[in-house]
């Protein structure tokens, strides 16, 4: 080890030469090299009592009527820190923030990207589409004529230049492009008279990657529903425009999803009213004519022994009504829907949980099958595979609906041979009561249910309004000012560290080999 050391001490100026190279490789690093900020922004996903997440929406909102199109739904925040990641919200993203095109201009031996106040002009490319890219150097003047040239489209190179003026449309090899004047045009050119710009449009899918690696999604906390969302660019103000357009989408579509179904349970309970409605008006008819015509306005005194004997029998038969009811109005809904795609009605009785169970999975299945051939085609096989899982379930969910009618089919002639037992014990009531009973109870049977329809199509309205997000922002996008990449210190000191490394380990390299072969002699 003395050896080594004396050695060292012998040949400092190798450690003063090394450690100078170093420092200045790292001094021309941080000069090349563009800095990079960070923003991080928290939300915090609610829970049942605030209305889900937009996966959990879908799965579960099928829950209807016992809190319609998302009451009650717990929110899985794994799967929503999977949307918040997915390709379709980040490509929304690039759309919505113009990110396929990038403006790069040297600061020195820095080339640096253009962005809001230091970009002059945007470019489009009318006829390129979204799996095509190109690049072109712009050499831009302060009295608003350019020359475009270098350009190449794909794979192809064009040696042309191209004059023109901001705010028109010039022909190029690469087609038509269309160069606009920000408002920062004057204040980019106050300083000089050029300024050489190179322009490049990605393609859209390529940029949508390049984004979601410059995103970092997670939870806060795994004993939290709180997800923090992390953007590192090359611009602090865009990686915050990056992040809120992000929450903005998502919201939009958890909307969208949770909305498709409320609508459709919302027509379902419509067309059902306007059945009701009829049958309602035309009982309403048939009583007041009966009791004009044998002038009987008050016969509920008459009657009120048989009313008190009937109570439990009214209240059996309406609860059992209702329910036949609306199981057999379903099952026909859930023939008619079919092949159609469309999400199904909840199952209106929430007794029936296997039913309610059933549907919901079919739905949650349906929105997938259905988001998943939007992003990609009908004929896809996963979309076909889940279509064939459709029609499964589909099938199961009638033959549940056609056991659950029958049971109450029994339950219904159990009940009216109660009925009808009690009618003979009361044989001897008025002949024009015991004939206007059997209408004006199947008139509240009927209105028994319109209520309770009217009833929920409110709670189906007021979820809407009181469950309008699924999110709060608990921390908008935030970050300190200096980048977090690179850091000149670090930087300076790991060069300096390094430039003193290299000739120690020459050194002791060299030392041990001479060691190794005299021992060998």
């Not at 608003?144 to 064009?158: I, M």
Request: aromatic share 6%; with cysteine.
């Amino acid at each position: 080890m003395s050896s080594f050391l004396k050695t060292c001490i012998q040949q400092w100026k190798w450690f003063v030469g090394t450690a100078c190279l170093t420092i200045i490789g790292a001094i021309l690093f941080l000069l090349v090299v563009v800095p990079k900020y960070e923003r991080t922004a928290t939300v915090l996903v609610k829970d049942e009592n605030g209305g889900g997440g937009l996966l959990s929406s879908m799965a579960s909102n099928m829950g209807m009527l016992a809190g319609m199109a998302g009451l009650n739904i717990t929110s899985n925040v794994e799967n929503e820190i999977q949307i918040f990641s997915s390709p379709f919200l980040m490509q929304e993203v690039v759309n919505r923030l113009e990110l396929g095109t990038r403006y790069e201009s040297y600061d020195g031996l820095m080339k640096k990207e253009l962005y809001e106040e230091t970009l002059p002009i945007k470019v489009t490319f009318p006829k390129l589409t979204d799996k095509e890219k190109a690049c072109m150097k712009m050499d831009l003047r302060k009295d608003g004529t350019y020359t475009l040239y270098k350009f190449r489209k794909n794979n192809d190179k064009y040696d042309s230049e191209v004059q023109g003026k901001v705010n028109t449309v010039c022909q190029t090899p690469v087609g038509p492009v269309s160069v606009i004047a920000t408002k920062s045009f004057n204040a980019c050119l106050s300083n000089e008279d050029e300024m050489t710009i190179h322009i490049s449009k990605d393609r859209k899918y390529d940029r949508v990657e390049k984004l979601m690696k410059q995103i970092d999604i997670d939870l806060a906390d795994e004993q939290t529903s709180i997800i923090s969302i992390t953007c590192k660019d090359v611009s602090g103000e865009r990686a915050e425009k990056i992040i809120n357009t992000l929450i903005q989408v998502y919201q939009e579509e958890w909307m969208k999803d949770k909305q498709s179904t409320a609508d459709a349970s919302t027509r379902f309970i419509n067309e059902r009213i306007k059945h009701i409605e009829t049958e309602l008006s035309g009982l309403d008819n048939n009583i007041a004519q009966f009791k004009g015509k044998n002038q009987i306005p008050d016969y509920e005194a008459a009657a009120k022994m048989y009313m008190e004997n009937a109570a439990l029998t009214y209240e059996a038969q309406v609860k059992v009504n209702n329910q036949l009811y609306m199981m057999e109005q379903m099952r026909d809904q859930v023939r008619k829907e079919e092949g159609t795609n469309q999400v199904l009605p909840a199952n209106l009785l929430p007794d029936n949980e296997n039913v309610a169970i059933q549907i919901g999975e079919y739905n949650k299945l349906q929105l997938q099958r259905n988001s998943m051939a939007e992003n990609s085609s009908p004929n896809n096989p996963l979309v076909k595979d889940l279509d064939a899982q459709l029609g499964s379930m589909r099938k199961a969910i009638i033959n549940s609906l056609d056991q659950a009618v029958a049971q109450l089919r029994a339950s219904q002639k159990g009940i009216n041979r109660e009925d009808q037992k009690l009618k003979q014990q009361i044989s001897v009531a008025p002949e024009k009561v015991t004939k206007i009973m059997p209408a004006e109870r199947q008139h509240k049977i009927v209105e028994a249910l319109y209520i309770y329809l009217l009833e929920k199509r409110e709670e189906n309205n007021l979820t809407q309004v009181y469950n309008a997000q699924n999110l709060r922002i608990v921390s908008p996008p935030m970050g300190k000012l200096k980048p977090v990449f690179p850091k000149k210190a670090t930087t300076l000191i790991l060069a300096m560290l390094l430039g003193l490394a290299l000739p120690a380990l020459f050194i002791y390299i060299r030392q041990n080999v001479r060691r190794i072969l005299a021992e060998e002699e």
